[in-house]
T-cell receptor
Framework: DAGVIQSPRHEVTEMGQEVTLRCKPI?????LFWYRQTMMRGLELLIY????????DSGMPEDRFSAKMPNASFSTLKIQPSEPRDSAVYFC??????????????FGQGTRLTVV | LAKTTQPISMDSYEGQEVNITCSHN???????ITWYQQFPSQGPRFIIQ???TKVTNEVASLFIPADRKSSTLSLPRVSLSDTAVYYC?????????FGAGTRLTVKP
């Protein structure tokens, strides 16, 4: 398997524009996580899906952020409208969650977003 | 209240054994302990996980005392390439929240 695939790797956009980040989890994994990482705030969990259903979105910073998982092999994180403070590296991770056990999470290479 | 507490940074020299301790006083019965490593410009990578006593793999060892209120990640004979941030996570499978981690710097 190619691992978790994120696109694009880099994105530069102007303030106010819509940004869509994409993630393809590892085949057979049933849990997917979106993170944001900055120097100031570290690695923040934004949202967690299990079997394509959002389970915990308490980390989504505001209504400008939305995430979807239409099927087991694809997820998007959308920011509309984008602001300079959204500049960060966004990571996607997936795991094969099995009841009462702990599975290792595999992370993508991340998308470096710059909003100017 | 933070679930885990780790030192912010540590320095070591090549060839030394490094031990990074994580405190998790409020660990629950069904919580596991997992450690991740993150290099600059990369996503975190799983190192090791355990529930109690000692776990060892080809990369590291994890020591967990009987009360499970702390754990120690042990890296044998570190090299310059082990310079990274190390995160301790405590929780069930779906609680993938990272703390600040420990920034390990290995010097020649």
């Amino acid at each position: 398997d190619a691992g978790v695939i994120q696109s694009p790797r880099h994105e530069v956009t102007e303030m106010g524009q819509e940004v869509t980040l994409r993630c393809k989890p590892i085949s057979g994994h049933n849990s997917l996580f979106w993170y944001r990482q900055t120097m100031m705030r570290g690695l923040e969990l934004l949202i967690y899906f299990n079997n394509n259903v959002p389970i915990d979105d308490s980390g989504m910073p505001e209504d400008r952020f939305s995430a979807k998982m239409p099927n087991a092999s694809f997820s998007t994180l959308k920011i509309q409208p984008s602001e300079p403070r959204d500049s960060a590296v966004y990571f996607c991770a997936s795991t094969k969650e099995v009841f009462d056990t702990l599975s290792e999470a595999f992370f993508g290479q991340g998308t470096r977003l710059t909003v100017v | 209240l933070a679930k885990t507490t780790q030192p912010i940074s540590m320095d070591s020299y090549e060839g030394q054994e490094v031990n990074i301790t994580c405190s998790h006083n409020n660990i629950a019965t069904n919580d596991y302990i997992t450690w991740y490593q993150q290099f600059p410009s990369q996503g975190p990578r799983f190192i090791i996980q355990g529930y109690k006593t000692k776990v060892t793999n080809e990369v590291a060892s994890l020591f967990i005392p009987a009360d499970r209120k702390s754990s120690t990640l042990s890296l044998p004979r570190v090299s310059l390439s082990d310079t990274a941030v190390y995160y301790c996570l405590v929780g069930p499978n779906n609680d993938m929240r990272f703390g600040a981690g420990t920034r390990l710097t290995v010097k020649p």
